[in-house]
Each structure stands twice: as structure tokens, then as C-alpha cells.
């Protein structure tokens, strides 16, 4: 069974979605604490993110596209709507979680519950956050290939 | 590996005895991918009742004799 133009897609922002997680990871590690705890390295780390994670998407969809330009511009039909509802279904739940945590994170460190860890990790809330998205965006992709490969 | 539906196809058998028709065609026809064609055709995806009204009328045959509930 040859994979469609959505299922390539796929595979290709899952690939998009961990080099940035590496990229990402490599970043921080790289720092030392008084970087780590430098708010304008890190929202520079986040900028070149962004930025990275959207050249990255459009030129492997634009290579994608260049390669199937008959399939490119077709809506999805009834079963990749629903493989993608049901991928979304279930990244938006580890997405809240995360911002779950995110949020409870915060709220201890404002309350000095949880005095360690805000001295080991600054801006731990804002990583949770980083790192919820990138898990929710490749769970989404892992969920719906095997929807594709599997049945709905 | 996930269940097969409860519903199977006659699919493969109309389009051979329609000039052999190819699942391209029948997509193009129904405005389906092909991956979805083959995936009806499989029992792996159970399509909506306008793409099943579709496929019928296609092969110009009642819905019964393309869809087959095996419970």
C-alpha cells in the first residue's frame, strides 16, 4: 500500500519535530547555569526555535509538494479528517497536561513549595511548556501513521 | 494489529467485472484518496453513507450488494 501525500507529510513533520527537540535539548545543555538563568539567552533559544521549526516544516512540505504537486493542493477526504481529528484528540490531551504542570510548577515555585528545584532549572515552567508541545506534536504524528498503516 | 470491521466489500469484484476498473478511478469518481479506496476495499475504514451511496451508484447497484454486514 503506497502512502499518501498526508502520510509522507507526517513522517516528514515527525523528523521536523524531533531535530528540533535535539536541537532544543542541545541548546540548554550547552549552558552554563548563570546562561541558563539569563532570560534574554533563552528567549533567544526560543526565537531560533520558532523560527528553525517553521523553515524547517516549510521547506520539507515544499520539497513534498514539489514531488507530488498533484496531490498537494487536494483536501483531505472523510478518513484522513478523521485520522487527524483523532491524532489532535489526543495530542491536546498531553498538550493540557503539560500546561497542567506547567502551571503547577509555577505555582510552587511562587510559593517557595518547591525551593530546589527553581535554583537547579530557571524558567523550568516555560521548559515544561517547550517540551509538552514538541511531545504533543510527535505523539500526534506516531498516532495517526499508525491510523493510516492500522485502519480507523 | 487492529480488528477487521464488521462490514466487508463486494469493491474488489465490481471494479473487475466494471472494464477493471483501477481504485484511482473509483477515488476520482467518489472524491476519495486512493489509500482510502484501498483501505474500504480491506475492511480497514468503514466510509460514510454518502461515499457508500456513491460507490453504489458507480457500479450502479443497491448498497446491499456492495456492503456486507458480518456480524
Redesign the interface.
Known sequence: ???????KNLWLEMMATVVIFVYYMEQLLGFNSSQLADSTVIINVLFKVVMFSVILMSISFAILAIINYK?AN?PL????SLIELKGSYYSNWILKVGVVIAIAQYALESNAWAIGLHQNIPFLPLHILVLAFLLSEFLSCIIQIRL?R??? | ??A??CINNNIRQLRFHHNEMTQQALADVI??????V??IE?A??S??LE?AFKISAVFKVPLEAVFIYEP
Open positions: 500500500m503506497n502512502s499518501s501525500f498526508q502520510e496531490d487536494k477526504d472523510e478518513r484522513e493510516f492500522k485502519g480507523v | 494489529m487492529m477487521k470491521l472524491g476519495v484518496s486512493r489509500q482510502t484501498i483501505a480491506s480497514k475504514y466510509p460514510s461515499v
